[in-house]
C-alpha cells in the first residue's frame, strides 16, 4: 500500500460501488482503488499484497487465517439454481432439492467456473448451484435462475492482514460498516 491510494480487491458477485461512492463522500487520507480479483486467488493476492483489503466469499480454506487476517464478516448472499429458460423448473418461483431429483446437475470443476457452467446449462444440460449473486453476473437470455430453498447461504466477509492494520484500514472499515465523515466510532 502507498500512503496515496489503498487497493481494495472484490471477487466476482461484490459489486464495490457503494463502498466507492461513500469513500469519496469527504476529504479521505488516500485514493481508493477497486481491483477485481479471481475467486480462487482472494486469499493468495492478500498474502502477496498485490491488494491491500479483499472482499472475500466465505469460509476462507487457507490453514492459519484466523490468525493472518482480520476478517470482518458483512452479508449473506442467498443459493440460487440456474437452469435453461426451456426446462419446466423455470416456471418455478424457487426450486427446492425435491426439484432436482430428476435432473442432472453441472457440477463446480474449480472455484472460477461460474460462467462456463453457466454456458453449459445455456444448452440444456442441467442446473447449476451458486451464489445469488454468481448467478445475476453471469446472467443471459437463455438461462433463468431462481431462488434454491434447500440451499446454503455463503457469506461475503472484508479481509486484511493483521500485521498491516493501520488507521486507513480501519476507516475502510468504517465506510463499509455504514459510518459516514460525520459520525464517530
Given at each position: 500500500?502507498?500512503?496515496?491510494?489503498?487497493r481494495?480487491?472484490f471477487?466476482?458477485g461484490?459489486e464495490?460501488?457503494r463502498f466507492v461512492?461513500?469513500?469519496?463522500?469527504?476529504p479521505?487520507p488516500a485514493?481508493?482503488e477497486?481491483?477485481p480479483v479471481?475467486?480462487?486467488r482472494q486469499e493468495e493476492a492478500?498474502?502477496?499484497?498485490?491488494?491491500d483489503m479483499c472482499?472475500v466469499r466465505l469460509?476462507l480454506a487457507?490453514?492459519?487465517?484466523?490468525e493472518?487476517?482480520?476478517?470482518v464478516p458483512?452479508?449473506?448472499?442467498?443459493?440460487?439454481?440456474?437452469i435453461?429458460d426451456?426446462n419446466?423448473l423455470s416456471?418455478l418461483?424457487?426450486?427446492?432439492d425435491?426439484?432436482?431429483?430428476d435432473?442432472?446437475?453441472v457440477?463446480?470443476?474449480?472455484?472460477d467456473?461460474?460462467?462456463?457452467?453457466v454456458?453449459?446449462?445455456a444448452t440444456?444440460?442441467?442446473?447449476?448451484r451458486?451464489p445469488?449473486s454468481?448467478?445475476?453476473?453471469?446472467?443471459r437470455?437463455?438461462?433463468?435462475?431462481?431462488?434454491?430453498?434447500?440451499?446454503?447461504?455463503?457469506?461475503?466477509?472484508l479481509?486484511?492482514?493483521?500485521?498491516?492494520?493501520d488507521?486507513?484500514?480501519?476507516?475502510f472499515?468504517?465506510?463499509?460498516?455504514?459510518?459516514t465523515i460525520r459520525s464517530?466510532r
Amino acid at each position: 500500500m502507498s500512503a496515496s491510494s489503498l487497493r481494495v480487491g472484490f471477487i466476482p458477485g461484490v459489486e464495490p460501488d457503494r463502498f466507492v461512492r461513500r469513500w469519496r463522500t469527504g476529504p479521505r487520507p488516500a485514493a481508493l482503488e477497486v481491483v477485481p480479483v479471481p475467486l480462487s486467488r482472494q486469499e493468495e493476492a492478500l498474502a502477496t499484497g498485490e491488494i491491500d483489503m479483499c472482499f472475500v466469499r466465505l469460509p476462507l480454506a487457507g490453514p492459519g487465517h484466523a490468525e493472518l487476517l482480520h476478517l470482518v464478516p458483512l452479508w449473506e448472499e442467498r443459493p440460487a439454481i440456474v437452469i435453461g429458460d426451456e426446462n419446466l423448473l423455470s416456471l418455478l418461483e424457487e426450486i427446492g432439492d425435491d426439484d432436482l431429483a430428476d435432473e442432472a446437475e453441472v457440477a463446480p470443476r474449480h472455484a472460477d467456473d461460474a460462467a462456463e457452467r453457466v454456458a453449459q446449462v445455456a444448452t440444456g444440460l442441467g442446473y447449476a448451484r451458486m451464489p445469488l449473486s454468481l448467478a445475476r453476473l453471469h446472467h443471459r437470455k437463455d438461462v433463468v435462475h431462481r431462488p434454491h430453498s434447500d440451499g446454503e447461504a455463503t457469506r461475503i466477509g472484508l479481509a486484511w492482514p493483521r500485521a498491516l492494520d493501520d488507521e486507513l484500514r480501519q476507516e475502510f472499515v468504517g465506510v463499509v460498516r455504514g459510518r459516514t465523515i460525520r459520525s464517530s466510532r
